[in-house]
């Protein structure tokens, strides 16, 4: 099955976030802010916006040399629904659907907190798992000391995680 797009769903975000973004706009926030956990480059946003234009998800408006960009409510419907399926695991999706929350009170934000926390959990417990049957012993540590330092830094990752979102719960 082929792996779903999330460029169009992170285009709709920028684009709400701001009410009206230039593909310049667009290629700063990946520049800057959304460029901390998420990545794309000039040449797959403008094919990006051509298809969503032709989805009818944004329109847009010729302002001198700049092309500005607005949802439709297709668009905002699109994204809304994309921020409601639930999580997978992949924790760059979490973090953009968690960018594209404004509001503290939006009822989804506790949805996806709650989501990642269960997630999290269940891979430090196999984690857990994974270290207790591995490394039953100082001898197995010492002859994978690499793959018992990937597997602890591993564990701590997710602890620091749940920790991390039982604060914001």
């Not at 905002?76 to 968690?98: A, C, I, T, Y």
């Not at 009822?107 to 196999?126: G, I, T």
């Amino acid at each position: 099955m082929p792996k779903k797009r999330i460029l169009p769903y992170v285009l709709l975000g920028l684009i709400n976030n701001k009410k009206r973004l230039s593909g310049y706009q667009i290629s700063q926030e990946f520049k800057h802010e959304v460029g901390d956990f998420w990545h794309a480059s000039h040449s797959q946003i403008y094919p990006e916006l051509a298809r969503m234009k032709e989805d009818n998800w944004v329109t847009d408006e010729e302002e001198g040399k700049a092309t500005y960009y607005t949802l439709t409510t297709t668009g905002h419907e699109v994204l809304r629904n994309w921020m409601q399926e639930p999580l997978d695991g992949n924790e760059e999706l979490f973090s953009l659907k968690l960018y594209f929350i404004n509001d503290a009170t939006d009822p989804l934000l506790k949805e996806l907190l709650e989501q990642e926390l269960k997630l999290k959990q269940d891979k430090y417990q196999y984690l857990q798992g994974r270290l207790s049957k591995v490394f039953t012993d100082k001898e197995k540590i010492k002859a994978n000391f690499g793959h018992y330092l990937i597997l602890t830094r591993a564990i701590e990752r997710e602890k620091n995680h749940i920790e991390w979102l039982k604060n914001r719960l």
